[in-house]
């Protein structure tokens, strides 16, 4: 039996830092009063939306398998994880930023980000596929962080601290 | 639902953070809730109302859906 070490350092550490970023989240958030009713509410909002995505990928999983692509578990299992983690944070983080602004959402900038959110996912994913390279999944990380952060922070006019 | 939060806050010279610090929140969800983005759980509600010395129904305006 041969043991993937890069593998497991990647997926064990890949849980301590994630829990440690969240532990510390915690702590900071609790000194601003931070976890009160609506942090709960959107944290769990953004769990129940990346089942959601999850599902979706799923989909497309299956739907690839009856295109006769074999893929393999680890690939899959990967990108399942990586949707679902994905998703819930980068979800919570827009629900966050919704939340803590005055000003709504300008509905054309969010549909060129979703837009490009989304073409930039599927692109990365055949890529991977045709490549069995999971890591061009990791490509698609730019563009996706600059649509979302171009596209769903509204803009501010006033600052809120006045009366 | 609708609020007089903001108006509140104006008439009795009492910041966001101000109010967010009496009633035990984050100033993001008093701002959320002003804004209307988010509805406040019954105890919470109630806590606002009391920081302005009035009642839910003072502060949260409850607006029935035209289909009823």
Request: net charge positive.
């Amino acid at each position: 039996m041969e043991i993937n070490i890069w593998g497991m350092i990647g997926l064990y550490g890949g849980v301590i830092g994630g829990l440690l970023g969240w532990w510390f989240g915690r702590q900071k958030a609790r000194k601003n009063r931070g976890l009160d009713e609506l942090y709960y509410h959107i944290w769990q909002k953004a769990r129940s939306y990346s089942w959601y995505v999850t599902l979706g990928a799923l989909y497309v999983f299956f739907t690839l398998l009856n295109f006769g692509i074999e893929l393999s578990t680890a690939m899959v299992l990967g990108i399942l994880l990586l949707t679902h983690v994905a998703s819930w944070g980068i979800i919570g983080i827009i629900l966050t930023i919704n939340m803590s602004s005055a000003a709504p959402l300008q509905p054309s900038r969010v549909k060129v980000g979703l837009f490009v959110f989304i073409t930039s996912i599927i692109v990365f994913t055949i890529i991977s596929i045709l490549t069995t390279n999971w890591l061009f999944l990791l490509f698609s990380i730019p563009p996706n962080l600059i649509a979302l952060f171009t596209a769903l922070i509204p803009k501010r006019k006033d600052s809120e601290v006045t009366y | 639902m609708k609020n007089r939060i903001r108006e509140l806050r104006k008439l009795n010279k009492i910041t966001q953070e101000e109010l967010s610090k009496q009633v035990g929140v984050s100033r993001q969800s008093i701002i959320a809730i002003e804004s209307g983005k988010f509805n406040p759980s019954l105890e919470l509600a109630y806590n606002i109302s009391k920081a302005f010395n009035s009642t839910i129904e003072e502060v949260f305006i409850f607006e029935e859906e035209e289909n009823e």
